[in-house]
């Protein structure tokens, strides 16, 4: 072979300096990755440092418990911002406490992992039909079956020969239900009513929708109108917690009745709910209120399918997507029912969020004493055949009520930074306030904090 020529070489060297060039840049990738690791490692063994520091011998995984099964359950969620105390730099903080977005129940779902996880490929549950066959054609069969395991688990409600329709949560349901009962009064507009203090959603949906078929009576307690009626209960109430029955009791009423809080974190289940129309909701069962899935316990299958009509026409179905995860979260609290034993009281969904609802109540009553300016209703207590265990109703809402020459409460609260619900909205006075008991942690401790110092400061 001949000498390599000048433009030869050129070659050799361009392609030398461009593999020391990769290999340099390799290895200063490697260095950047090993100490990223390193440096993360450091982070999350300072975490967990810190988590033992509150929970000794515990996992930053786990979820604490303290003392018997029935105190104060507190574990937390292992985020640095659940821990964080409630200090001065808190307090130009707006409290929003109007709404029931139910973010309390994200510590339990964290602490659950894969076990809630649902993978869905693109070609799957591509079709408008679950079930062509079943009344409700767009209800996923593995839905149904987990809303079913459920109630027998919790024993809250008959489904033995009921026809389940399903709804883009609580909301739709209670929609298709007015348009089912109303449809097939006859006489219209049928009167709807509902004994105060009412659940202000349903008044401004009857009167926002200005349908021909129903319209709002108002106060079931002071209805004396002839002819058929709609008389809404929900039990226990929104927003002041009681157990509830029907108030009209006259021959041609039809009733619907909501029992999105009927579940043991919030009351005793002391018998099986058994009517005609009974509306529920993943929202405050579970806490996932933007899966918008509900469902209805129909008795009557014309009815049922008026219903499914009414969401065919408004929406074509139901989101098979959050059914199927719906599906997977109610499979998750039965399953967490049936296996966890009493040594493991926070593998419970129930256990876990009655106990944490308990000691909600528990510092809220403690506020509220201390302040010297509010009341809160009183519950009696009964035996929950769920649990096994004797308890005070403790609601998802306070009812709360400014006593002494406090005329609006909602104005007054929002003077020290806390948002609520004007006892307008409900049909009753503006001394009471509905307030959501279920934000997350650092919200409601802020909340108590602030409650407990007004008396002082007034």
């Known amino acids: 072979m001949g000498k390599a020529s000048s433009y030869e070489w050129s070659y050799v060297w361009y392609f030398l300096g461009f593999s020391l060039a990769l290999n340099f ?53 292992p985020a640095a911002a659940q821990f964080a105390a409630v200090n001065s730099g808190d307090d130009d903080r707006v409290i929003n406490l109007d709404h029931g977005d139910p973010t309390m129940y994200e510590k339990f779902w964290l602490q659950a992992g894969s076990k809630t996880t649902v993978t869905i490929s693109g070609w799957q549950y591509m079709s408008y039909f679950s079930d062509p066959s079943n009344v409700c054609w767009f209800l996923e069969p593995t839905l149904a079956k987990e809303i079913v395991r459920l109630h027998k688990i919790v024993n809250n409600a008959v489904t033995d020969n009921r026809y389940i329709v399903v709804g883009t949560g609580s909301t739709q349901l209670f929609q298709a239900a007015l348009y089912a009962l109303s449809a097939a009064a006859g006489t219209q507009p049928v009167s709807v009513v509902s004994a105060i203090p009412y659940y202000s959603f349903y008044r401004q949906v009857i009167e926002y929708l200005k349908s021909g078929l129903y319209k709002w009576a108002g106060d079931a307690d002071n209805y004396n109108e002839e002819g058929p009626y709609i008389e809404l209960v929900t039990s226990p109430n929104n927003p002041d917690g009681f157990m509830r029955q029907a108030k009209v009791n006259r021959s041609g009423g039809i009733l619907i009745h909501d029992f999105a809080y009927y579940w043991p974190q919030y009351t005793p289940i002391t018998s099986p709910a058994d009517h005609d129309v009974m509306l529920f909701t993943v929202s405050k069962s579970s806490g996932h209120a ?53 040594a493991e009281a926070h593998k419970s969904f129930f256990e876990f969020s009655y106990h944490h609802m308990a000691e909600r109540w528990k510092q809220l009553k403690e506020a509220v004493k201390q302040s010297g300016l509010f009341t809160l209703p009183e519950f009696s207590s009964a035996f929950c055949e769920y649990s096994g265990r004797d308890f005070e109703t403790q609601p998802a809402f306070a009812w709360l009520k400014c006593e002494a020459d406090i005329q609006d409460c909602e104005s007054f609260l929002k003077g020290h930074k806390i948002l609520t619900r004007s006892g307008r909205h409900f049909g009753v006075s503006p001394n009471f306030v509905r307030v959501s008991m279920l934000d997350r942690d650092d919200n409601f401790h802020l909340f108590v904090k602030r409650l407990s110092m007004i008396g002082s400061q007034t």
């Open 25 to 77: 840049g390799f290895l200063a990738q490697r260095y950047w990755e090993k100490d990223s690791c390193n440096c993360l490692r450091s982070m999350e063994a300072e975490e967990q440092k810190s988590l033992n520091g509150v929970f000794p011998e515990k996992g930053r995984d786990e979820v604490a418990v303290v003392g018997t099964a029935d105190e104060t359950l507190v574990g937390k969620m």
């Open 290 to 342: 933007g899966m918008r899935i509900g469902w209805a316990l129909i008795k009557d299958q014309e009815v049922a399918k008026r219903m499914t009509k009414f969401i065919e026409l408004s929406s074509i179905g139901v989101s098979k997507d959050s059914q199927l995860r719906a599906a997977k979260i109610l499979q998750a609290i039965s399953d967490s029912s049936e296996q966890a034993t009493s």
